[in-house]
């Protein structure tokens, strides 16, 4: 079945330990997002990516970084130096060209930093 | 600035409709989409407006006015899976990206 797939769904981590976020989809979409959320506020887009090798910042890029080396991948790195990092990560896709696509997402990985 | 706003909560009846509304300001606009989350889960697509009017789709229906930059979901013979939150976003480039700007979401409760 075609999808988006996020892991791990639950991930600890020690302060100041950097962690790569897994997203793949084989939707065969041009673009991928990732998204944080955090209770009380809306999904906040941190990254994107339109095509492979090429990837844009969102609002709130600091302290994150990000790879498209194959279309059906975009991990999300949270390092050291992201300062509230203990959140909902979720990872979506869509098309782009022609007409208006929704973007899908996956499951979302909760990430706590302890 | 951007602004996108919704109700924070909402409480309805099992069977009944309920309006979820959404009124934003934001720098372009090329369509506004409705999305259904529940705890812990991913969001859903529900629907799309990028024109003014009404788009219905079963129980669900979204209305659009660009004039007013507002929008709401209407939602007919609520069932208890209804409970979820409904986030409101606007796509604003028009340029081709397909970046979506969310609010903060209504968190609907469907009581008995």
């Known amino acids: 079945d075609g999808g988006i797939t996020q892991s791990p769904k639950y991930l600890f981590r020690k302060e100041g330990q950097n962690v790569t976020l897994s997203c793949e989809q084989n939707?065969?979409?041009?673009?991928m997002y990732w998204y944080r959320q955090d209770p009380g506020q809306g999904l906040r887009l941190i990254y994107y990516s339109q095509i492979v090798n090429d990837f844009q910042k969102g609002d709130i890029a600091e302290g994150y970084s990000v790879s498209r080396e194959k279309k059906e991948s975009f991990p999300l790195t949270v390092t050291s130096a992201q300062k509230n990092p203990t959140a909902f990560y979720l990872c979506?896709?869509?098309?782009?060209?022609?007409?208006?696509?929704?973007?899908?997402f996956g499951p979302g990985t909760r990430l706590t930093v302890l | 600035g951007q602004n996108i706003d919704q109700p924070t909560e909402m409480t309805a009846t099992e069977g009944a409709i309920v309006q979820i509304n959404c009124t934003y300001q934001?720098?372009?606009?090329?369509?506004l989409f409705w999305y259904q989350q529940h705890a812990g889960e991913a969001p859903t697509f529900l629907s799309y407006?990028?024109?003014?009017g009404l788009e219905e789709k079963g129980r669900f229906s979204s209305f659009l006015s660009r004039s007013k930059g507002y929008s709401y979901l209407l939602l007919k013979e609520l069932q208890m899976k209804d409970s979820a939150s409904y986030l409101c976003?606007?796509?604003?480039?028009?340029?081709?990206?397909?970046?979506?700007?969310f609010g903060t979401g209504t968190r609907l409760t469907v009581i008995p």
């Open positions: 979506a896709s869509s098309m782009i060209a022609g007409g208006h696509h929704e973007q899908f």
């Open positions: 976003a606007v796509r604003q480039d028009q340029t081709g990206a397909n970046n979506l700007f």
């Open positions: 934001t720098s372009g606009f090329n369509g």
């Open positions: 939707l065969n979409h041009d673009a």
């Open positions: 407006n990028v024109l003014d």
